[in-house]
C-alpha cells in the first residue's frame, strides 16, 4: 500500500491541512507525518519533494485563476503545457512552474525547461508552444507571470522577491513587476 502523508502546522493544536492551508503553509514552519504509521518528519527535512512541489504550483495557479474568474482546463496526454487558461477573450497554453527550490538571498531561481520523468533530455520551452510561464513563488506567496519575451528560448531565470544589497536594478526580473 502507497504511504501517504498530511502536512500538519507546527502548532501542537491545530489540525490537519487543507489544500488552501497547504498553499499558505509552503515555506513556512510545517511538518509532513504519514497516515499510515504515524511517523513525523522533522522540521528540518524538506517539505516537498519536487513533484509535490509541482503539484502546489498547480494548484495556487488555479486558485488565483479562479479568483480572477477564468476557466481552467487540463490536458487529458501529456503536453508541453500543463492548463489551459480561458480568460474571455482567448485561450492560453500555460506552463506552471514551483520557483524557490533553493532559498537564497531574496531570490530564486525557475528552471524554463521541460522535466520529464524517466527522460533525461531537457529542453527550453518556446513561444510556438505555450503562451505564458505562470510561476508560484513560496517565500512572498504569489503566482507571477512570465511572457514570451521573459522564457522564449530561455533554460532558467533569477526572479527577485526582496532588492539586491547592492541595489542592482538593471537586468533583475522582481516579483512585484511580474505578479499575475
Known sequence: ??????LKPSDAGSSPATTTSVLSSVGQSASLTCLKSGVRLPQDVPMFINYRKGEIAVLKVMLTAAKKGYVVSMPTVEARYDMIIDDGESLLRVQVKYAGSKKTDGSVGLDLQKNTRGNTKKRP??????DMVLAYVPYCDKVVMLGPDLFDGRSSISLRYSPSINSQLKGVHFVDDLEW
Open 125 to 130: 520551452y518556446t513561444k510556438d508552444e505555450i
Open 1 to 6: 500500500m502507497e504511504e501517504r502523508w498530511i
